[in-house]
């Protein structure tokens, strides 16, 4: 473990197996803080001004990495891990994946894996909508094609994007983009707006946005050369230009977080290590090894 960081601050993970999210102090590599009872947590983002952690759990019965219930819930808690609430559960999600946080407008954004879907809620768990749904009127688990997984949102232009991976090692992986709302008079299963960016990659996972220079970035699990890496594009009017691989070497990379100073990104994999990789040089570090299956990441 070692304490070569880019910036101070903190990082929540999600303990997928044993069912945790932890914090992370990065100055001094410690965990400060463990929430037990999360169920098997995927996404995850922090509101420290409002003093929250709000996770997406992707349901109790799984075989294997799928997940085939709608027993998938979105979880908050305060900041010191109590108060544990589930804000949107009851058979309305089937597996919620990465979790993206407006918090401007006390909104949270999400993906819906085996349910193809592409859905939001307010903080507080109401307004409940689904805003792209893949595979409409086919049986759930949906086509892995149309299996939507990672998430984020670009306020400023006003469009959402998101991954849809493929099969496992499939070099099927797209991203897509669309506008935050629906196109008037238009459904969710049939919006016109829909772009796709990007398409025959390895196995895109995660996505996060760095505003201040341009770039989207996203975790790849596929097979190697060009899988188990950290990718950007950047982000133009008309889509993602020069597309690059930041890092590879990682083992089933998936949760990625962007230090403010944009300098550096942290990715965790299912090796169950978090790694801070500096953006100009591609050079990763580890900076926190549980042990275990690490997936969703988020720094505050």
């Known amino acids: 473990m070692s304490n070569h960081t880019a910036s101070k601050g903190r990082l929540a993970l999600l303990d997928v197996f044993d069912s945790h999210v932890i914090v992370i102090d990065l100055a001094s590599g410690k965990a400060v803080l463990t929430v037990d009872g999360a169920g098997h947590p995927d996404g995850v983002q922090v509101d420290a001004s409002a003093g929250y952690i709000y996770w997406t759990d992707m349901g109790a019965k799984r075989e294997g990495e799928d997940f085939f219930a709608p027993d998938g819930r979105i979880m908050c808690c ?8 589930e804000l949107v ?10 979790l993206a946080l407006v918090p401007d407008h006390r909104m949270l954004y999400w993906c819906d894996r085996e349910g193809g879907r592409v859905m939001r809620a307010g903080t507080d768990g109401s307004g409940l ?21 990672g998430i984020v949102i670009d306020q400023a232009r006003g469009h959402m994007y998101w991954t849809q991976k493929g099969p496992s090692k499939g070099g099927r992986g797209r991203i897509f983009r669309a506008d935050l709302d629906i196109p008037e008079g238009e459904m969710s299963w049939s919006r016109s707006d829909i772009v796709l960016l990007l398409d025959h990659l390895p196995e895109p996972i995660d996505l996060e946005i760095d505003h201040r220079n341009g770039f989207l970035y996203w975790t790849d699990r596929g097979a190697e050369p060009d899988g188990n890496s950290l990718n950007r594009a950047r982000i133009t009017d008309v889509g993602l230009a020069s ?53 969703g990441i988020a720094f505050f």
């Open 89 to 98: 559960g009851g058979g309305a999600i089937h597996t919620p994946k990465q």
């Open 243 to 295: 597309h690059e691989v930041v890092a590879r070497g990682f083992k089933e990379a998936i949760g990625m977080a962007l230090a403010p100073s944009g300098e550096a990104a942290y990715v965790s994999d299912l090796s169950g290590k978090v790694y801070e990789v500096a953006l100009q040089t591609g050079k990763k570090t580890t900076i926190f090894d549980l042990g275990r299956p690490v997936t």
């Open 78 to 85: 305060k900041l010191d891990g109590s108060g544990s609430t």
């Open 129 to 149: 909508t689904t805003l792209v749904e893949r595979g409409r009127g086919e049986p759930i688990p949906r086509d892995k094609m149309d299996q939507c997984v």
